[in-house]
């Protein structure tokens, strides 16, 4: 047939067998971006609402709606984010009590 050797198969080293605890945890990352998009979102909804046609009391400047949009998103994203990352560690919270042990085989192969 071919001249081409067997391939080597690898050698055996070890094998363990070991209990460890599993726990599902939240994506941070995914639930700070969420409060992030919830505080643009109501940003835009509060800047609907707000009429910025008036003066402002204290500087008597009218500020256009692209700036108002942009001191309430300042504030609402903040919040959204810091509310995001409470629920996150409330549900991380919950979700601890709900470890659970498993067995799993762990083997070892050097090639």
Same mark, same amino acid.
């Given at each position: 047939?071919?001249?081409?050797? =067997?391939?080597?198969?690898? %050698?055996? %080293?070890?094998?363990?067998?070991?209990?460890?605890?599993?726990?599902?945890?939240?994506?941070? /990352?995914?639930? @700070?971006?969420?409060?992030?998009?919830? /505080?643009? +979102?109501?940003?835009?909804? +509060?800047?609907?609402?707000?009429? /910025? !046609?008036?003066? !402002?009391?204290?500087? $008597?400047?009218?500020?256009?709606?692209? $700036?108002?949009?942009?001191?309430? =998103? @300042?504030?609402?994203? %903040? =919040?959204? &984010?810091?509310?995001?990352?409470?629920?996150? @560690? &409330?549900?991380?919270? =919950? +979700? /601890?009590?709900?470890?659970? $042990? %498993?067995?799993?085989?762990?083997? $070892?192969?050097?090639?």
């Amino acid at each position: 047939m071919s001249d081409q050797p =067997a391939p080597e198969r690898p %050698v055996y %080293v070890r094998d363990d067998i070991e209990t460890v605890t599993v726990r599902r945890a939240p994506k941070y /990352g995914v639930f @700070l971006a969420a409060g992030a998009f919830l /505080g643009i +979102l109501v940003a835009l909804i +509060l800047t609907v609402a707000i009429d /910025g !046609s008036d003066a !402002s009391p204290y500087t $008597q400047v009218v500020y256009s709606e692209m $700036q108002v949009f942009g001191f309430t =998103a @300042l504030i609402c994203v %903040v =919040a959204g &984010v810091a509310v995001a990352a409470i629920v996150a @560690l &409330v549900f991380e919270r =919950a +979700l /601890g009590a709900r470890t659970r $042990q %498993v067995t799993v085989d762990h083997e $070892q192969f050097e090639v």
